[in-house]
């Protein structure tokens, strides 16, 4: 199935565009630190962002000293931003999805990728591909949806009491895997729902070693700027995954 790009809805991209994680924002995402204490260091190496957005990770490599990034993602719209304000000499955007991308073998020594694997149906095929273009020694380090978040029994997830207060985050079909259609922004916004075990096991049996797993968490900083977001800890929203190949 052709990947659904809902970023070039324009209704959805304007309300995606308020995100406080948007653009510049996402040094304020609240998993912004997990992620960042995940990526090797990559100076001299060459990386690939797959569903690379806006640019800022890509960008933020090759700052870093990364001799290479390419940045791959489907949305034109979001490229264009990418390639307007996180533009870099080292970084070269592409236009394209990631179920589509081929790369030489042991052509990377880091692939990361952010928020992009949930709108991927093939998971196992992808981390199989991706084991192929890391050198050996190589990371992949990604966050996905978690798969109590893509599991949510409703829209929002939360069940309300009488009053409207949330009393508990609903999870319902959690061993039916698969595309799940859900409003946000607009309706029918299609991501996949894994299985916890699905996402390691596909890492394992493409021969990568698991280094970490990481389910974020805000700390009090982040709470004290975020008052409204105390809910955040009694679910996970994310995931995030490094694994070496060997
Ligand atoms: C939640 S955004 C994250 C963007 C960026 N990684 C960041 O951290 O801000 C998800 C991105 O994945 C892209 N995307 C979704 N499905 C894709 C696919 N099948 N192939 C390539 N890019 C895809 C979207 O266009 C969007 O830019």
């Not at 933020?60 to 993602?73: N, P």
């Not at 196992?124 to 798969?147: K, N, Q």
């Not at 309706?187 to 389910?215: C, S, W």
Request: glycine share 10%; aromatic share 10%; proline share 6%.
């Amino acid at each position: 199935m052709d990947p659904q790009n809902i970023y070039d809805d324009p209704r959805f991209f304007a309300g995606y565009s308020t995100l406080e994680r948007f653009g510049a924002g996402w040094k304020r995402a609240m998993e912004h630190a997990d992620l960042l204490a995940l990526l090797p260091d990559v100076n001299g190496r060459r990386a690939l962002d797959l569903g690379c957005g806006a640019g800022q990770l890509a960008h933020h490599l090759a700052t870093s000293g990364a001799a290479e990034v390419i940045g791959v993602d489907v949305s034109e719209r979001m490229l264009a931003l990418a390639r307007a304000e996180f533009a870099h000499p080292r970084v070269t955007y592409a236009r394209a999805a990631i179920e589509d991308v081929t790369f030489p073998a042991g052509r990377f020594e880091l692939v990361a990728s952010v928020l992009a694997f949930h709108y991927v149906d093939d998971y196992a095929g992808l981390v199989r591909r991706i084991a192929g273009w890391l050198a050996p020694g190589g990371v992949v380090v990604y966050s996905t949806e978690h798969p109590i978040y893509t599991a949510r029994a409703s829209d929002d997830g939360w069940a309300l009491d009488s009053a409207g207060r949330r009393t508990c985050w609903g999870v319902d079909r959690y061993a039916d895997e698969g595309a799940r259609e859900a409003t946000w922004f607009v309706p029918g916004v299609r991501k996949v729902h894994r299985m916890f075990a699905t996402l390691v096991n596909g890492l394992l049996d493409a021969g990568l070693v698991i280094e970490r797993v990481v389910e974020p968490t805000p700390g009090e900083p982040w709470l004290r700027s975020h008052p409204q977001a105390g809910d955040e800890r009694r679910r996970p929203m994310f995931l995030l995954v490094r694994a070496r190949k060997p």
